[in-house]
């Protein structure tokens, strides 16, 4: 029996199926530029000319520049090639209390956040200043629409921490031709008819109607939310999260800017509604809109309505009437595991939640890095490989969950039954309410991370609690509050308020950062 | 701030320029802008690095007046004591630009900065004699503008070369003065010698072709200058 894992089939070409495809061949000697003869590793991709990619995930994770950087993507094309623009965090509206609240969540961590915690401190501070705005310049910048670096900042460096948001199906094709031109991988445009498996369970080949059978040692689901290998082949069933968080619907659009120098906001914008909440990416090309809803609480009229308002507040009164919405549904939640046999699923196909936090992307580069750079050496090792790699993702959806859920826990509306219904003790998973029964004693700090990979840094958990008025009652009898460390504190307080005007007096516009990409381009160095 | 008008005979009668170079003529630059076709000259001077513009992020090349802003080692009571004083450095207080229909039709345009501290209405050279026409001095003063022209062009071939072949490197210049005190310089690039040897043949022979393997060494040459930048300094702090 041949043992050895030399051929990668990924099935399905959207942003998950190449991005995963460029994260894995770049990972691997491939193709004419490797610089080894006697290897023989082949990656191939299988997409379907006739099935449309679905084009979601607009917003990346700051974790998208090292990974296009390894990639070998040069930031300036793909600023240039993907309509990009520089997403710095999240900006909440309404979130609190329904009306004219807002807080951040930016992308930097808090000033001197590896030696300091300053959350306890703030505590005195927090009639005064917003804690975001206190331990950390980059809010400041949102106001503005200020971008994170300026032109004279080589690639993919930053004064303060930034990710992308992108046109979600430019990304795919750049990402296809970088993949089958510099890396070597093998691009099949055919239908797939039929997963033949092998005796022991294994999918052994993948029949297609133009391109014969494809041979593969392991088969990579991108195939979207039908997950067609893992769901359909496999049987693997979808675990449902909606118990937690309700929302299951989204009405997406596009709106176009007024004018083409309109400025571009520096961070997502989402503006809680009465039964979900609202959107706004701001690309240099257009803004993406979407309300995100629960059909059990609301209407599909009812939702409309409350985006066509947001537009035409926002934009005008002819852009909401002119907006073709589309309807996208899905069933919160992930799939019962992710790699079964010799089949992974990456993408829609492993999962989906909503966009609150941007997880979906990210979750592709974690998926795909760590098969990257874990690939089994041979068939006998998979099973191991595959059983981490389960126990891995699983106990990422369930911080997903557990952070997504803790912005909807915070609030204070009472308006509708469904920010009751979100605050009701049976809908908060047991893991998120043993944290939050803590942080009524002590912030949170790097102790709460059970891993070193954490997906959201405790600084994450700091910018949500403090942003929606959560109150921590300090312990007095510890020495972090003496004052020694106070004064300390209160310098740091101090530098950061200084960083904050320098880089607001110093930082361009995105939209002047973005014309100034177009016609001079990065250097590297 | 400059305040660059068009140089004619009729509003600039009357203008003289000092050629005099000192602080007061506003001579205490750190650095300037150097052209490819002058590295030989600078290099006997002055060291040779890069600087990226603030404006676009493109790099451009720069001979080092000195470690800190506004400083100038080269200044001295007797005004700029080197052989050779860059071009972007002597055009002051003059600034040249192109205007025409066409292409083959381009006239020079000569702009003359009225802010500049080189501007006297009594003192220095004229520019223009009784009859309106150019002095001496400003003809060689249009000569040099026209062949700062022509750098320019060459100059952005040389450092898209560099920058393809990714010959430049950031770096820091760490000196310790005599007196014990520290100077960083940093901001600046240098030519990454261990690219520069690992260019193949044919990229070599199209430098070679271009004019711009000749100034990479010159540039790599002028490093030994930073030494004798670092005496005249030490000389001040004595």
């Not at chain 1, 296009?68 to 930031?75: A, C, Q, V, W, Y």
């Not at chain 1, 890095?369 to 998979?382: D, F, S, V, Y």
């Not at chain 1, 809908?427 to 790097?446: A, F, G, N, R, T």
């Not at chain 1, 959560?470 to 509050?481: I, V, W």
């Amino acid at each position: 029996m041949k043992n050895t894992i030399n051929r990668i089939v990924i099935v399905g070409g959207g942003t998950a199926g190449w991005l995963s495809a460029g994260i894995i061949a770049a990972e691997h000697f491939m193709g004419e530029k490797s610089s080894s003869s006697n290897h023989n590793f082949h990656l191939v991709l299988i997409e379907s000319p006739d099935i449309p990619t679905i084009g979601v995930g607009e917003g990346t994770w700051p974790s998208m520049r090292s990974t296009l950087k390894k990639i070998g993507i040069s930031e300036t094309d793909f600023i240039r090639e993907c309509s990009a623009s520089f997403k710095q965090g999240t900006e909440f509206h309404n979130w609190l209390y329904g009306k004219d609240d807002t807080y951040t969540h930016p992308f930097t961590v808090p000033h001197n956040f590896n030696e300091t915690n300053l959350a306890p401190h703030w505590q005195q501070l927090r009639e005064k200043v917003n804690f975001a705005n206190a331990v950390n310049p980059q809010s400041a910048l949102f106001e503005k629409q200020l971008a994170p670096k300026n032109i004279a900042t080589p690639e993919y460096s930053f004064h303060v921490n930034y990710g992308y948001h992108l046109d979600a199906g430019k990304f795919a094709n750049l990402l296809q031709q970088h993949c089958v031109e510099t890396l070597g991988v093998e691009h099949i445009s055919a239908n797939m008819t039929a997963i033949n498996s092998a005796e022991n369970g294994d999918i052994s080949s993948i029949s297609t109607d133009t391109h014969g059978v494809i041979q593969g040692d392991l088969f990579i689901d991108c195939s979207g939310s039908k997950a067609l290998l893992l769901g359909e082949h496999y049987g693997v069933p979808l675990v449902s999260k909606s118990q937690f968080l309700f929302n299951n619907c989204a009405l997406a659009t596009q709106i176009p800017y007024q004018n083409s120098e309109d400025p571009i906001q520096s961070a997502t914008l989402s503006t809680a509604q009465t039964s979900g909440w609202i959107w706004d990416i701001g690309l240099p090309t257009r803004r993406g809109v979407g309300h995100i809803y629960s059909s059990d609480y609301t209407t599909e009229e009812r939702a409309r309505s409350e985006l066509l308002k947001y537009i035409a507040e926002t934009a005008s009164q002819d852009a909401a009437a002119d907006a073709t919405i589309r309807k996208i549904t899905f069933d919160p939640g992930h799939r019962e595991k992710f790699w079964h046999k010799n089949c992974v699923a990456i993408g829609m196909s492993s999962g989906f939640i909503e966009p609150l936090e941007a997880s979906a992307l990210v979750l592709v580069e974690l998926s795909a890095a760590m098969i990257a750079e874990q690939l089994p050496a041979n068939r006998k090792i998979m099973d191991l490989v595959a059983k981490r790699f389960n126990e891995k993702f699983l106990y990422r959806w369930d911080r997903i969950v557990d952070f997504l859920k803790l912005h909807y826990v915070l609030t204070q509306r009472t308006d509708s039954q469904y920010w009751i219904d979100n605050c009701d003790p049976s809908s908060i998973p047991e893991s998120l309410q043993e944290l939050m029964d803590i942080w009524q004693y002590q912030p949170p700090w790097h102790r709460d991370n059970y891993h070193i990979d954490e997906m959201f840094p405790s600084a994450s958990f700091q910018y949500i609690l403090y942003g929606m008025d959560f109150k921590t009652q300090l312990d007095p009898r510890f020495k972090r509050t003496d004052r020694e460390t106070a004064d300390r504190a209160m310098g740091l307080f101090m530098e950061n308020a200084k960083r904050t005007e320098q880089l607001v007096s110093s930082m361009p516009t995105n939209r002047e950062l973005i014309n100034k990409i177009y016609k001079y381009g990065f250097q590297k160095i | 701030m400059s305040n660059y008008v068009v140089l004619s005979p009729a509003t600039h009668k009357n203008t003289h320029v000092l050629t005099e170079r000192g602080e007061a003529q506003g001579d205490s630059i750190q650095y300037s802008l150097i052209y490819p076709l002058e590295f030989r000259n600078i290099q006997s001077c002055y060291p040779i690095f890069f600087s990226k513009s603030g404006e676009t992020g493109e790099f451009f090349p720069i001979a080092l007046f000195g470690f800190e802003n506004n400083e100038n080692l080269f200044l001295d009571e007797n005004g700029w004591s080197a052989a050779y004083i860059p071009m972007m450095v002597e055009r002051q207080p003059f600034l040249i630009g192109y205007q025409g229909a066409s292409e083959d039709d381009l006239k020079p345009i000569v702009s003359i900065d009225m802010d500049s501290p080189k501007i006297s209405e009594d003192e220095g050279q004229a520019l223009f004699d009784k009859d309106s026409q150019p002095t001496e001095f400003l003809k060689a003063m249009m000569t040099k503008l026209e062949s700062l022209h022509h750098g320019h062009e060459h100059n952005k071939g040389f450092i898209t070369a560099l920058t393809a072949e990714d010959l430049l490197e950031p770096f820091t210049l760490e000196i310790t003065l005599d007196n014990g005190s520290t100077n960083q310089l940093m901001g600046f690039y240098t030519i990454n010698e261990n690219k520069l040897q690992e260019l193949d043949g044919s990229t070599l022979a199209d430098f070679n072709s271009k004019g711009y393997l000749q100034p990479i060494y010159m540039a790599v040459a002028s490093y030994a200058r930073i030494r004798a930048l670092i005496d005249k300094k030490n000389a001040l702090t004595k």
